[in-house]
């Protein structure tokens, strides 16, 4: 299903008892987080997405916790269940094991060619919502905009549910991605490109070559599938409306900037343009992250304002991010599914993965897997570290194909219980990500792949694996007619 705009998706949400009006006057500073934190860590029945209606020191309304549950995460990217993403991207292309990394490179460049001639590329428009009001020269600011201040030790307000856009100085690819951005003032913010997105690589291009500016447009809202896709860690050169377009079966639509050679969606709330300079930096942060921990300051670009366009009553789409479960769980768990098939184009051995909310995406991921010979927990830990962004994961856990990694405890169970610590454990040095406080270096530390797999007499296993305890099911099925029977 394809929401039109951000308007539909709230519709859609109010009529399905997933969203909450406040109409009690809030402050977007640390009241509106302290509101979201304690709903987004409530009772799943009582998760809801909240639009606060009166928000001191603006005019428009801030929605908030939109994507913080399953059904609502589902809904936003065109489905009824999160499991869906990875059944309908699996169905794209035919999935069977790879024999080789040749043909599995092959699988991987026929599904991007899927996607790319589908007929779903990003179509441009002359005229867009998103510009119903434009805002220019002395007049573009950040005036109004109801941008909170999320916790008590924040360099500053920031800007957190974005749609940042930008081009490849060299090949021209368009890069979308969600990174924070802290406000400096109404002119000026930091741009939190970590180390190994790809609006920083387009930044280093511009550096090297001299550009003296790298345009860069932050889009606020929209259909909730592009919102979410600027979160989507694809492969370099795929452009991730186009990855949009897929999911809500319908192009996203494109109108050029007022003041920079870029393009954004059409449906928008909020536009903000602007500049980088390359050679420019100032400290950002401290911003308390999605680690549960403040990240500290460090040198990042600014944006230089040049544009604000907005709706003529626009609403302000917003996030927070702390210790969780938040609503960045939720589009992370959205990412998980989806990707599933891609992980198994190079490794069709794998059953299915889950990153734990406790993990934060980078600290722990469990991964079973149909083992076929001895080593091969190892080959598949190995061949994650070096699949995307998977590199940047502190633990990877093997189990077998029988266990149920979704469900947390079972797979805990296994990893406890299956491995010998001084034999299935891989501790090597590799890059980390740029917000892990942890490692001893930044964005460089050690990583652990752990084997809790059943294991093989040619891995060195005399002793003979155990049975588990299963009880027969001739009893069971007794003990079921019988239930009523014992009072229960």
């Not at 709230?10 to 509101?35: F, H, Q, W």
């Not at 909310?357 to 570290?385: D, E, Q």
């Not at 694996?465 to 019988?482: A, F, G």
Request: net charge negative; with cysteine.
């Amino acid at each position: 299903m394809a929401y039109k705009n951000l308007g539909e998706f709230i519709k859609r949400l109010e009529s399905n008892g997933e969203l909450i009006r406040i109409s009690a006057p809030v402050d977007p500073y640390l009241e509106i987080t302290e509101i979201t934190d304690r709903i987004s860590k409530g009772p799943i029945d009582q998760n809801k997405a909240l639009l606060f209606e009166k928000v001191k020191g603006s005019d428009m309304p801030v929605l908030i916790n939109s994507l913080g549950g399953p059904r609502r995460m589902a809904w936003a990217l065109g489905v009824n269940d999160l499991n869906d993403l990875r059944d309908n991207l699996a169905r794209l292309v035919d999935l069977k094991l790879p024999q080789g990394m040749g043909p599995a490179l092959g699988r991987a460049t026929d599904m991007l060619g899927a996607l790319r001639s589908i007929g779903l590329k990003p179509k441009i428009v002359g005229k867009a919502p998103v510009q119903e009001v434009v805002r220019t020269g002395d007049e573009a600011t950040l005036a109004g905009i109801p941008i909170l201040t999320c916790w008590p030790e924040d360099g500053g307000p920031y800007v957190t549910m974005t749609t940042v856009i930008s081009r490849d100085p060299v090949s021209g690819g368009r890069n979308v991605g969600m990174y924070r951005v802290q406000v400096y003032d109404e002119r000026t913010v930091g741009m939190h490109w970590q180390l190994h997105k790809g609006g920083a690589e387009h930044e280093r291009v511009a550096r090297e070559k001299g550009q003296e500016q790298v345009p860069v447009a932050i889009s606020l809202g929209g259909d909730p599938a592009v919102m979410w896709s600027g979160s989507a860690p694809l492969p370099p050169g795929i452009d991730e409306f186009l990855l949009a377009g897929w999911l809500r079966g319908k192009p996203v639509e494109l109108v050029k900037c007022v003041s920079q050679p870029l393009e954004v969606p059409a449906e928008a709330e909020i536009v903000i343009e602007g500049y980088v300079d390359p050679a420019e930096s100032r400290m950002e942060g401290p911003f308390g992250d999605h680690t549960g921990f403040y990240t500290p300051p460090a040198l990042y670009p600014v944006l230089h304002i040049t544009a604000v366009t907005h709706r003529r009553n626009p609403i302000y789409p917003t996030t927070i991010v702390g210790k969780p479960p938040m609503e960045d769980y939720w589009m992370g768990k959205a990412t998980e599914r989806l990707f599933l098939p891609l992980m198994k184009i190079f490794q069709g051995e794998i059953v299915d993965v889950n990153m734990p909310a406790a993990g934060v995406f980078h600290n722990l991921i469990f991964v079973s897997i149909k083992k076929r010979y001895p080593g091969h927990a190892r080959k598949v830990i190995n061949g994650l570290w070096g699949l995307g962004l998977m590199m940047l994961t502190k633990c990877i856990v093997i189990v077998d194909a029988d266990v149920d990694v979704q469900n947390e405890a079972e797979a805990f169970f296994h990893m406890f219980g299956n491995v010998d610590w001084s034999r299935d454990v891989i501790i090597q040095d590799g890059p980390v990500d740029a917000l892990d406080h942890g490692s001893h270096n930044f964005a460089f530390g050690g990583k652990m792949g752990v084997d809790a797999t059943r294991k093989l007499p040619e891995e060195g296993y005399t002793r003979g694996w155990p049975t588990p305890i299963e009880m027969s099911e001739e009893v069971r099925e007794r003990v079921t007619r019988r239930w009523s029977i014992y009072g229960f």
